[in-house]
């Protein structure tokens, strides 16, 4: 299957400072990226969709001005969280939209750990 | 959004089958997925199926699909401590978005 790196696997930050998550695709191109939000011992909760060269498409309630997102590239998308708080600390997942077999299939990263003391 | 949910936790002992059960609402929903993630870990695809399938099979596992009833199973067969993890169903639907809407997810605990 398909490669999703992401950078840094953990961070731990103070509070009011910005944090940036990368996303890539190592071994195909992604139109489409998803970005998601895990709490311990919670599911997956989609935060926003980002396609390459446009403005992400952000769920209901999601801040948009404090969750940025960046997809500059089909192989890379940007997660800059702004002015970061302690409720910001979570575990955060993306994934990108790629080809496999005959059907279109959301490929993983491993996440990133976020920790806003 | 539509809703996804399945049972939180199974314990089940070693050799023994685990079957996750998970029911869905979108009636739309064009595939439905089993996802596998361990401590501190992404998410890690299982097997997928199809709407207008009932059964599939792979290796140790076996994936069921009452559309009627909107219920999806998953069945592993002798079951080994490394399948200890959380266990998530996930369905697409037919929006064309490839969004995916996520179940809370099953703790399956093997025993020795």
């Known amino acids: 299957g398909a490669v999703v790196s992401q950078h840094p696997s953990w961070v731990i930050c103070k509070s009011g400072t910005s944090v940036k998550i990368e996303c890539r695709s190592l071994?195909?191109?992604?139109?489409?990226m998803f970005w998601y939000r895990q709490f311990p011992k919670q599911s997956l909760m989609l935060m926003a969709t980002s396609n390459e060269g446009s403005k992400a498409t952000y769920e209901q309630g999601v801040e948009k001005d404090k969750f940025l997102i960046n997809h500059a590239s089909l192989t890379l998308s940007t997660l800059t969280v702004t002015s970061a708080h302690p409720e910001d600390s979570s575990f955060y997942i993306c994934s990108g939209e790629g080809r496999e077999d005959l059907y279109n299939e959301q490929f993983f990263g491993p996440g990133t750990r976020l920790t806003v003391l | 959004g539509e809703d996804v949910e399945q049972s939180l936790f199974l314990s089940v002992r070693e050799g023994d089958s685990s079957v996750i059960n998970c029911t869905y609402t979108?009636?739309?929903?064009?595939?439905l997925y089993w996802y596998k993630q361990e401590p501190g870990a992404g998410l890690q695809l299982l097997t997928y199926i199809f709407s207008n399938m009932d059964m599939k099979q792979d290796q140790r596992l076996t994936v069921l699909l009452n559309k009627k009833d909107k219920h999806l199973s998953l069945r592993i067969a002798d079951t080994q401590t490394g399948d200890s993890a959380i266990y998530f169903c996930?369905?697409?639907?037919?929006?064309?978005?490839?969004?995916?809407?996520f179940g809370a997810g099953t703790t399956v605990t093997v025993r020795a």
């Open positions: 071994d195909f191109q992604a139109t489409t």
């Open positions: 996930a369905e697409m639907g037919r929006s064309g978005d490839y969004k995916l809407s």
């Open positions: 979108d009636s739309s929903s064009t595939y």
